[in-house]
């Protein structure tokens, strides 16, 4: 009986949003690119990840046996996570092309006359926290990976040090600034960049290998086993920095639909754990060189005299590419979960007229640059902010284990048995990780600004806007509902009221696509008169990143008396246009003059003093964010001088 795992369907496993590769000339641009925005944050962390466990605060001594447990730890961890998991197993969970943990709820939602999920409720919940704490990573990640760059410049002399915030805090703000030009443009800049990159790293380790190439036995598990037997719970809560040697594998599982699934795999067996390798076994050996004598910094230990200030301006440029993975990442997270109706709607710009999932999202990045420069100001130096890194991410990676195993069992048909065992295997390293990375909650003498609670505050901050904005929007839609009058009494009335009708038409937005909406109705009843052309439009979000075009329009009826009752779908990664949208049912014969059509919005004024079931807190934080959300016609692209709001109060 063979044990090879089954291939999911070729239905969830389609690209859609992803670039087209039409050939090796495709696939090298492609995988150049990844380099740049998908391998930045762990290509990047060579710079600070074997400097930590070794830091005064583990207490762990620089010898021999150590060296060779602590680099076992960093290959196994590599291989097992970053190879195995993300690149063998979690990659293939893929919705049409895109990535990411929201991905993996939206492969999980009930189809038609298909039963629930069992434990759906809890998955979506875990899927959404998990979510809320890739922002808390978000934050942290370009404020870690440049300040350890600029650090560099300590290294040479001490008098540079009163420079490194300002000059780290001046990168950060011009990183974001740039973001604009999207994942696209900045890829075609940084790819270049990280090869330089990979390449430097990669030349600076290898020579001292071939000094001590006793270090290459770390290959060998059984040093990584001793390790963890000999120094017990203490070994266990330096996995709490060897994790930072694998923060960027769940980021490179949320930007798979920027590049695609090969060339984010070629670019990494190429390229990418090649360098890192070579680099943290050229680490590893300095120790064993100057066993006795341990570097004060052991990336830049590599390289010595005129060589420093090089390497310092690669590594600076380095982690300011290092910072894309997330941001990008944040950007893609943020669509998805506008669309799925778990954030309120936001400006979503395209900056690819090839990649649907080339995003920019002003919102998102302005947040995330004050957040950076803050974090950079409060925590000063890149081991405070260490030790405020890690959390959020292992548990990420628990929650998307957990999800995918859900995927794999009832969306592919794997065997519950082999499902078992394999995330069984993902599930135990993550956990290991996660509660090593949970002793960062409480403060230490060495680090006396302890952040680990900082990626867990934001993360339960987002998850409950996210949580508070679904609930709020199931509430208002039950009082809309309750207000909506069924299409056939609203028919009958204007048969028998037969009121006066003006040129043009009128497209009345609607979340219920069986009932009159309430602006139509408020309109009716106050003006007395309609549009020789009433357009009922409602988009709906499918469970799947993109809807081609052909297929934008799913439903178009004819009401009779010039009423028309339209419904389009549009998929989680994308924005709706309703001027597409009337163009594509004006190709059905349906008399709409584009330069003749009013659009009919209502504009809600919500009370908290209504029956609903949520709490007072919540419904006052619905009422803040719904005020705050993007208005709708720029969200559904709507010409802002064509638009006719309506207010109305409703009671939550």
């Known amino acids: 009986?063979?044990?090879?795992?089954?291939?999911?369907?070729?239905?969830?496993?389609?690209?859609?949003?992803?670039?087209?590769?039409?050939?090796?000339?495709?696939?090298?641009?492609?995988?150049?690119?990844?380099?740049?925005?998908?391998?930045?944050?762990?290509?990047?962390?060579?710079?600070?990840?074997?400097?930590?466990?070794?830091?005064?605060?583990?207490?762990?001594?620089?010898?021999?046996?150590?060296?060779?447990?602590?680099?076992?730890?960093?290959?196994?961890?590599?291989?097992?996570?970053?190879?195995?998991?993300?690149?063998?197993?979690?990659?293939?969970?893929?919705?049409?092309?895109?990535?990411?943990?929201?991905?993996?709820?939206?492969?999980?939602?009930?189809?038609?006359?298909?039963?629930?999920?069992?434990?759906?409720?809890?998955?979506?919940?875990l899927g959404l926290f998990g979510a809320a704490l890739l922002y808390g990573d978000g934050m942290i990640t370009p404020a870690i990976s440049v300040l350890s760059a600029v650090e560099g410049l300590g290294v040479a002399t001490n008098k540079l040090d009163p420079v490194v915030v300002p000059i780290t805090v001046v990168i950060l703000i011009a990183l974001f600034l740039v973001q604009r030009r999207g994942t696209a443009g900045i890829g075609a800049v940084f790819g270049p960049t990280m090869l330089l990159w990979f390449g430097a790293i990669a030349a600076a380790g290898i020579p001292w290998v071939l000094r001590q190439p006793a270090v290459l036995y770390a290959v060998d598990p059984r040093h990584a086993i001793h390790f963890m037997r000999e120094h017990g719970l203490h070994g266990f809560f330096v996995l709490g920095s060897v994790v930072l040697c694998i923060t960027g594998g769940e980021a490179l599982y949320a930007d798979m639909g920027h590049f695609g699934k090969s060339p984010i795999r070629w670019a990494w067996y190429l390229v990418v754990f090649p360098a890192l390798l070579c680099n943290y076994f050229g680490q590893g050996a300095l120790y064993l060189a100057n066993e006795g004598h341990p570097p004060e910094h052991p990336f830049y230990g590599l390289v010595s005299g005129w060589l420093l200030y090089p390497m310092v301006a690669i590594a600076t440029v380095a982690t300011v590419v290092a910072s894309q993975a997330l941001i990008s990442g944040a950007y893609s997270l943020t669509q998805q979960a506008v669309q799925l109706g778990y954030c309120p709607r936001v400006t979503i710009k395209h900056t690819s007229g090839s990649a649907e999932g080339q995003i920019y999202v002003p919102e998102v990045n302005n947040a995330l640059m004050v957040a950076c420069v803050a974090l950079v100001l409060v925590f000063q130096k890149s081991s405070n902010l260490a030790a405020a890194y890690g959390i959020a991410v292992t548990g990420t990676m628990s929650i998307t284990s957990l999800l995918f195993s859900a995927v794999a069992v009832s969306r592919w048909k794997w065997k519950p048995s082999l499902v078992f065992l394999l995330v069984g295997g993902f599930m135990i390293i993550d956990l290991a990780f996660f509660g090593a990375n949970a002793v960062k909650l409480r403060p230490t003498p060495e680090h006396a600004i302890q952040g680990g609670w900082f990626p867990l505050v934001i993360g339960g901050a987002i998850f409950t806007i996210m949580t508070t904005w679904k609930r709020g929007r199931e509430a208002l839609g039950d009082f809309i509902r309750s207000a909506t009058l069924p299409l056939d009494m609203f028919m009958a009335d204007v048969a028998a009221m037969n009121p006066h009708r003006v040129k043009g038409t009128a497209v009345f937005m609607t979340s219920n696509p069986e009932g009159a909406p309430p602006v139509l109705l408020h309109h009716f009843k106050h003006n007395k008169t309609l549009h020789q052309q009433v357009v009922l439009l409602s988009i709906q979000t499918a469970h799947e990143p993109e809807v081609a075009p052909d297929a934008r329009i799913t439903r178009i009826a004819d009401l009779g008396a010039g009423f028309y009752q339209v419904t389009a779908s549009y998929g989680f990664m994308q924005t709706p246009n309703v001027l597409e949208v009337l163009e594509a049912v004006a190709l059905e014969n349906i008399p709409i003059d584009r330069d003749d059509t009013s659009f009919f919005l209502g504009r809600e004024t919500l009370l908290i003093t209504g029956r609903s079931r949520m709490a007072r807190w919540r419904k006052v934080l619905f009422s803040f964010l719904s005020k705050n959300a993007r208005p709708a016609n720029a969200f559904f692209q709507i010409p802002p001088n064509r638009v006719v709001e309506l207010g109305t109060q409703i009671e939550l």
Do not use: Q
């Not at 930045?40 to 010898?63: N, Q, R, V, W």
């Not at 939206?106 to 189809?111: G, N, S, Y």
């Open 1 to 125: 009986m063979s044990t090879a795992v089954p291939e999911p369907p070729a239905s969830t496993a389609h690209l859609h949003t992803a670039p087209k590769v039409s050939g090796p000339g495709d696939l090298a641009k492609l995988a150049l690119g990844a380099l740049g925005v998908v391998y930045g944050d762990i290509g990047t962390s060579p710079l600070y990840a074997m400097k930590e466990c070794f830091e005064p605060g583990h207490g762990m001594d620089p010898t021999r046996e150590n060296v060779l447990g602590i680099l076992s730890l960093f290959f196994w961890s590599l291989t097992l996570v970053v190879v195995v998991k993300y690149l063998s197993f979690i990659m293939r969970a893929d919705n049409k092309g895109e990535g990411g943990i929201l991905a993996l709820l939206a492969l999980l939602k009930p189809r038609r006359n298909e039963k629930a999920v069992i434990g759906l409720p809890i998955l979506v919940l």
